[in-house]
């Protein structure tokens, strides 16, 4: 069983960027398919972005494509999404998810963060 730590998250004025990080322990993390998702104050977690187990195929939010890169490093065991651009409704806590599973990489995910915020200001 994997376990996801998120950190890199903070307060950013909007234009700016950041970029989280998803450190994975306790299990082959090079198996898993790995994701972001974002939760605003007061909505659902939505997806951001995912990554297959090698790094060759990713997919991304129509809202965020052009602005986010999702990228892993298999030899670390760290995930990241690099940010860029950030708007003000973007403001949110930031989530890591991962699978083994061949599921859908856009909502099936079996292990979770507990999170990193971030915070766009205007």
């Known amino acids: 069983q994997v376990q996801l730590v998120e950190s890199g998250g903070g307060l950013v004025q909007a234009g700016g960027s950041l970029r989280l990080s998803c450190a994975a322990s306790?299990?082959?993390?090079?198996?898993?398919?790995a994701g972001w998702f974002r939760q605003a104050p007061g909505k659902e977690r939505e997806f951001v972005a995912a990554?297959?187990?090698?790094?060759?195929?990713?997919y991304y939010a129509d809202s965020v494509k052009g602005r986010f890169t999702i990228s892993r490093d298999n030899v670390k065991n760290t995930v990241y999404l690099q940010m860029n651009s950030l708007k003000p409704e973007e403001t949110g806590v930031y989530y890591c998810?991962?699978?083994?599973?061949?599921?859908?990489?856009?909502?099936?995910?079996?292990?979770w963060g507990q999170g990193t915020q971030v915070t766009v200001s205007s």
């Open positions: 990554v297959s187990w090698s790094g060759r195929t990713t």
């Open positions: 998810a991962a699978t083994v599973r061949n599921s859908d990489p856009l909502r099936e995910y079996d292990y």
């Open positions: 306790g299990g082959t993390f090079s198996r898993y398919h």
